[in-house]
Structure formats: structure tokens, C-alpha cells
């Protein structure tokens, strides 16, 4: 079955998307009361709630893949945004393949570490030393303890809005009202982590005036990969008021690293920071993360056991031949830039078609976004950065709008990542085309009131 081609798709049924997507898809639902059972919440991970309930994906490849109820969809999750290359890129596939003849875990240094190491320095410009870990949480949980260690100080400055994962340190200021903890069950470190809004540089300047920050982290595309996009020349300040303050410049590029550019945005923007958090792209869709950055930083790592300054690292799977394998392989195929300026050229004709059929609908809006990447903002009619944080991280859209949007894109044969999407060297323009007549079909089988 064609995307696009699903078998109840154009039929304007008498019902709202949300039920007729779940009518049409009892595999999902039933794997979802199992799950239930088993799993909190029935799922792994909290982005992948879902009313009525969450996809569930039997396989996929290139740019597609297929659900429990055989319905084939044009992906724009790809792998939470890992998969530059599409789902099961052949040179990644056979690096696994072959390396899993080898050694699963050999317990030992192995050769794929080093030379995964030897193409992250290669390409990213902050990059002397590299430091793997099994996910872009623990890189930045790292990169902090470094900074911690090296400056001697214990106060952290993170912008509003930004993700950096679920440890303890960064679990504040991510989601509205962008005050206090993210989540229940974190300790009393409020008093150690300052979070400024991104647009008030006089408030992160009077942040770093104590001369107590050890460091300031941040999203370089803006916060949540883009949705949120920095003010013009905020990274070159925060560069500058770092270096003056003593202070760590730590980027996060778990989402954007090897994909705004084969370097990273620190690449594109001109703009090195001290350490670097990297995730996603980098072990080519396995687990995996790292930090890297400044050969004095990351030596703190290797001091001696009993020096006060050395920071303590283990990890049973730091460096997985696996995940080292598929690393190389994804990291040789985007150093040449070839897959990101192909996934960026299809991104811009996508978020086009996207914000005319908003446009056409008569609903205030745009799709938005940098690189490979793209965000719906609905009912706001001004640039992006005219919006709140809290427009920007809802896309302007009720949770009601959300989900049955989610699920009408669904019903027509494509699926976004809750009004977000990552494209792929492995979309086609066809996708495009597909996708860009889905959304004027879901917008039109709406329930009336939820559009602006």
C-alpha cells in the first residue's frame, strides 16, 4: 500500500481523525494494552504519547515504514532525528552486520573507538579530545561535571526552553511556565542552575557577574532544535561574556551536530565553544553520545586516581563496537556535506508547500525551521521569533489540535513528530508532494473550532 494511499484516506469520514485513525489501526491499540502491562505509561519514552494512542512500527527503510496495521507512512521522526540517512542506510546496516561477527562488547579498548574518535576531531571544529558515552543525556551530564572540575565553581546557566536531557542538572527551565523543575524526584540543586531567557543577554551578562558559573549550556540552533530560534548574534555574546567570566561555553549538539552542517552549527555560526555534547547522527542510530571539545578540559579524565581535579568516568557500553560502527559509517558518509544539502533542500520546498497551504486554508501560520528541519506554527501570523517561548514549544496549537492533527496526518499516510519533523538524505521529492497534499487534507477534515 502506497503512503498517502491508506484505505480509509479522502474519505472525509463522519468522525474526528483521532477516531478514525484509531478505528483503522487495532494492531496499535492492542500492542498498547499490552504494553500497559508491562511498560508505565505503555511506552519508553514520554514524547511518544499519543492520543488515542501511540503508533506502533512493524519495520522501515529509506524514508518510510510501515505499522502494525500494514499502513506505509512517510516518516519525519527518523529515529528522534538520528537518521540522516534514512532508516536501515545500507553502509551503516553492513558496518553493524559486520562488526557483529566480530565482537559485541569485547571489554577491552578496540580499534572502531579510536578511528570514531579520529572522524569526530576531523570534523567538528571545538573538537580535541573525544569522550563517548551511551546517550546525549550522559554526554551532557559529563560536559557539566567537567566544567564543574576544571573551573572549580558549581553553578550552571541554561537558557529557557532548552533541552538537554533528563539528569538532574538540566531538568529546569524546559517546558512553560519555564520555572523551577521539569519533573518530580529532582534534589535540592534549584540554587545551582540559573535559567535566563534566551532573548535577555543583560540578564545572562548579570548571570555571569558573580563570578561563580562554572558553566552556560546551551542549544545552538535554539531551543528544542530550532522550534525556538536564538536572536540574531546571541551565540558570538554568549561566547564572549563566557571567555570574560571564566566561564565553560558548553554547546549541545546531541540533535545538531553532523547535521546543520558536517561540523555542527558551531560550524555554520562561526562560533567554537569550550565543550561540545553530541548524540543522534553520531552512532548512526544506535546508542550512543560523546563530548568533545578542549584537550585541557577533557583531560581532567584522565588524571591520576588519586588527583582531586580528575573526573571519574565509567561506562559498561562508552564506545560500543556496535554503536562505534555504525558512527563510522554515518559520520564517512556526511563528512563530504552531500546528504545534508540534499535533506536541507527538501526541507526548505517542504516547509513551502507546508505554510501556502496554510495560507490557501486561510489559517494564520507557517511551517519554519533551519537545515533539515521544520516546525508548524498555526494561528500566530508573524515571524517565529515575534512568538512567546510558550506559542513556540505548543506550535500555536491547543492539545486537542495537536492530536487530532497528529492523527489526521496520520490517517493520510505521513507521520510528524508532534508538529515537527526531521527530513532525510533518503526523502524523495515525491514525499514532499505527498506530504504537502496530506496537510491540506487534514486541515480540511478538522472538527470545526479548532483551527484559529
Known sequence: MAAGQNEISGTAP????????????????????RARRVLPGGVTHDVRRAVPFPVAVARAEGSHKWDLDGHELVCYVMGH????????????????????????????????????????????????????????TEASLLALRLARAATGRERIVKLAGHFHGWHDQVSFGTDPPFRGPDTAGVPGVLGQVVTVVPADAQALADALGGGDVAAVILEPSGAAWGTVPLPA??????????????????????????????????AVAGVTPDLTALGKILAGGMPGGGVTGRADLLGHLSRAGDDPLRVAHPGTHN??????????????????????????????????????????????????????????????????????????????????????????????????????????????????????????????????????
Open 233 to 266: 548574534g546571541l551565540l558570538a555574546t554568549v561566547r564572549e561574556l563566557t571567555r570574560a567570566a571564566g566561564t565553560i561555553l558548553v554547546f549541545d549538539e546531541v540533535v545538531s551536530g553532523f547535521r546543520w552542517s558536517p561540523g555542527g552549527v558551531q
Open 14 to 33: 463522519p468522525m474526528a481523525p483521532t477516531d478514525a485513525w484509531a478505528a483503522a489501526n487495532p494492531g496499535s491499540k492492542s500492542l498498547t494494552q
Open 319 to 452: 564506545a560500543h563496537p556496535l554503536s562505534a560502527a555504525a558512527g563510522i559509517a554515518a559520520l564517512s558518509e556526511c563528512r563530504s556535506g552531500e546528504p545534508q544539502r540534499r535533506a536541507d533542500r527538501l526541507a526548505a520546498a517542504l516547509r513551502a508547500g507546508l505554510t501556502s497551504v496554510l495560507a490557501e486554508a486561510g489559517v494564520p501560520g507557517r511551517a519554519y525551521g533551519e537545515s533539515s528541519t521544520f516546525h508548524l506554527l498555526i494561528g500566530h501570523a508573524g515571524e517565529p521569533e515575534q512568538a512567546s517561548l510558550e506559542t513556540l514549544k505548543a506550535g500555536g496549537m491547543s492539545p486537542e489540535l495537536s492530536a487530532e492533527l497528529h492523527t489526521g496526518m496520520l490517517l493520510e499516510g505521513v507521520h510528524l513528530f508532534h508538529g515537527s519533523g526531521f527530513v532525510s538524505a533518503a526523502h524523495t521529492e515525491r514525499d514532499v508532494e505527498l506530504t504537502v497534499a496530506a496537510f491540506a487534507a487534514t486541515l480540511a477534515r478538522l472538527p470545526a473550532g479548532l483551527l484559529p
Open 81 to 136: 532525528g538520528a537518521l540522516l540517512l534514512g532508516h536501515s542506510a545500507q553502509p551503516v546496516v553492513a558496518a553493524v552486520r559486520q562488526q557483529a561477527t566480530q565482537a559485541f562488547h569485547p571489554g577491552a579498548s578496540h580499534e572502531l573507538e579510536c578511528e570514531w574518535a579520529e572522524l569526530v576531531v576531523d570534523l567538528v571544529p571545538s573538537a580535541e579530545l573525544v569522550r563517548f558515552t551511551a546517550s546525549g
